[in-house]
């Protein structure tokens, strides 16, 4: 039972991310301004990569790629996550991210914030 289980879970996984990889495509066809068309494709391929690199051992296994995209799947992926970071703030207000969700505490002054109990509550978000 455990091992059907799994092996559902894993299909509707695989067919989660098909279905945002789909969606993603057909995303990108829409946009009109070539600037967001370009960053959102490398977000779309970070994604990608992120999905192969968790299945990369079944791919392996199964000869659908060789060792050697295998290794180059991470350099690849630390490129284009750093191309993301130069497009960060376009790509937060475009996805209409409220500034104060981003918000760490912890950040500022740990000494303060372990002070007092605090129950993971933000205050006075401000960036």
Request: no cysteine; hydrophobic share 40%; net charge negative.
């Amino acid at each position: 039972m455990r091992e059907s289980s799994d092996h559902f879970q894993e299909m509707a996984m695989a067919y989660g991310e098909r279905i945002a990889l789909e969606q993603s495509i057909l995303m990108l066809e829409q946009l009109q301004n070539e600037t967001n068309q370009k960053v959102m494709e490398v977000v779309f391929r970070v994604f990608a990569i992120d999905i192969v690199k968790t299945y990369s051992g079944f791919y392996l296994r199964h000869q659908a790629i060789s060792a050697g995209a295998a290794r180059t799947l991470m350099e690849t992926q630390k490129q284009l996550v750093k191309e993301v970071a130069r497009n960060v703030e376009p790509l937060l207000a475009s996805l209409n991210v409220p500034h104060e969700s981003l918000y760490v505490p912890i950040a500022k002054d740990y000494e303060k914030f372990y002070s007092s109990p605090n129950f993971g509550e933000v205050t006075n978000a401000r960036m």
